[in-house]
């Protein structure tokens, strides 16, 4: 059961990374 939490809050944390940079570069693309 730890495992698993410890791999899906590293998993949330990558996929937060991923849209932030995909977004941001998404935004700095349009400007």
Do not use: E, S
Not at 13 to 29: D, E, M, S
């Amino acid at each position: 059961m730890g495992n698993l939490r410890h791999t899906l809050a590293l998993g949330l944390k990558l996929v937060r990374i991923l849209a932030v940079r995909v977004g941001g570069g998404n935004q700095n693309k349009a400007d």
